[in-house]
């Protein structure tokens, strides 16, 4: 169906007006060397109901109105492209090299701030059988294709995850990149967002079961009914596999494609084939039932783990992406935020200090058992406690899949906006002093 030229000038008008904001907001908050990531979404809180729909609705609603019918969809597709190239350039992400003493650190940082915040974020949705007080009461906040379990992974890995783009660009605005601070940092980052993904997927996956749509793809061919312990065991298996097997075949397949001399998307425009082979990914996981921003996610990794003889390919990907597909991204998540209705301040504050408290502590128990001083531990466990993109995509994704509810996803979101402002704040401090981070 083809658009109006009303239609096609409102959807224009409302991209620009993103893309100002993010990028405005995004720069102001670079300039003070925090992350642009939440200057971009304030650029867009501001355009959505929390201030321009209290302040001026009538402007809001006749800018972002979905009257016409067809700019919500297509600002629908490019939220889901962002997501999907946001996961795709995170997965490039996925590499880190240690010097001598480094990896044990990682690797002790890494199970015990993973595995105890994690153990504590199942609690923490416990609380309420412990205590009669409603303020405790989780299930108020779950989203109406939520399951217990789905819910509980959400909570949980909302305490444990840490950001891999939010703080390397936190340490490359300060210059520390390529010190032994941040490749530690970074190669814990890289495993923690590796194993919270997998169950993001799970829950995903949980929670399109408990809609009972009809079962389609690979599932459907193996005859697996929605619900059953079959099931259950196919969604926790499934994105294992498929990680697995995309870490050990991905990157030789990748190449082999690459230089099969009749692949003419790639001798034409290598750009375009990893584009290509980002949805390919995409679509294998659709098909056996893993959310399609793994697949991205995965794509991203076995690019990065190959000798590609184009850098500047990806490098063009990332610029783009980051330059309309990722901040519109962004903004949207901002748009859909609604601070003045859907919130609970009481809650957020203490879940805040609940998460702070969990991640910061375990890391820096990590860091002391691998012969960190308490100091650079102190340092690591702020740093790592900054939750950023990972954080707002956990809160978005699990908004659209409907187990989180409103309130939730403005909690989660402040959450992740409120730990990288402190992260990127604490950091650039000591870095502004003088004072080693070690």
């Given amino acids: 169906m083809s658009l109006t030229i009303s239609q096609f000038a409102h959807i224009l008008l409302t991209l620009s007006l993103l893309l100002v904001f993010a990028h405005g907001f995004g720069f ?39 009257s016409d019918g067809a700019t919500f969809p297509v600002l629908g597709a490019i939220y889901e492209l962002g997501l999907l190239l946001l996961m795709f350039c995170s997965g490039l992400e996925v590499r880190s090299n240690f010097e001598s003493g480094e990896r044990k650190k990682a690797i002790l940082i890494t199970l015990v701030g993973t595995l105890i915040p994690l153990a504590l974020g199942l609690a923490f949705f416990r609380l309420s059988d412990w205590t009669d007080l409603p ?50 940092v970074l190669g814990v980052a890289v495993i923690e967002d590796i194993v919270l993904y997998i169950f993001l997927a799970i829950a995903l996956a949980l929670s399109a079961a408990s809609l009972q749509e009809p079962v389609v793809g690979l599932q459907a061919l193996l005859g697996i009914e929605h619900l059953s312990a079959a099931a259950n065991a196919y969604h926790v298996i499934t994105p294992l596999a498929f990680l697995g097997v995309s870490l050990r075949f991905g990157p030789a397949l990748f190449q082999k494609l690459r230089a099969f001399r009749y692949n003419l998307v790639a001798r034409g425009n290598s750009i375009a084939f990893l584009l290509v082979f980002m949805l390919l990914m995409t679509g294998v996981c659709v098909f056996i039932g ?88 102190a340092n690591l466990a702020i740093a790592l406690n900054a939750r950023g993109g990972p954080g707002i995509v956990l809160a978005s994704v699990a908004y659209d899949a409907r187990i989180v509810d409103e309130t939730m996803y403005a909690i989660l979101v402040m959450l992740a906006i409120v730990t990288s402002l402190l992260a990127g704040s604490w950091l650039e401090r000591l870095v502004s002093t003088g004072r080693p981070l070690r």
């Avoid at 102001?28 to 001026?56: K, S, W």
């Avoid at 998540?333 to 969990?358: D, H, I, P, R």
């Fill in 290 to 377: 893993i959310a399609p921003m793994f697949g991205a996610f995965a794509a991203g990794i076995v690019v990065g783990r190959t000798n590609d003889d184009s850098p500047h390919s990806r490098e063009s990907i990332k610029s783009f992406a980051f330059a309309f597909f990722v901040p519109t991204y962004f903004a949207i998540v901002g748009f859909k935020l609604n601070l003045l209705q859907q919130f609970e301040l009481g809650f957020f504050l203490f879940f805040l200090a609940f998460a702070c408290l969990a991640k910061s502590l375990s890391v820096y128990w990590g860091a002391r058992l691998g012969g960190e001083g308490p100091y650079g531990a």
């Fill in 135 to 184: 303020f405790f009461d989780l299930t108020r906040f779950q989203g109406d294709a939520a399951t217990d379990t789905s819910f509980l992974l959400v909570v949980a890995i909302a305490v444990a995850v840490t950001s891999i783009p939010v703080i390397s660009r936190i340490m490359g605005d300060l210059g520390i990149l390529g010190t032994g601070f941040s490749r530690i």
């Fill in 28 to 66: 102001v908050f670079a300039q003070f060397r925090q992350p642009r990531v939440i200057g971009e979404i304030l650029g867009g809180l501001l355009l959505g109901p929390t201030f321009f729909g209290y302040f001026l609705p009538g402007l809001q609603n006749a800018v972002f109105s979905s």
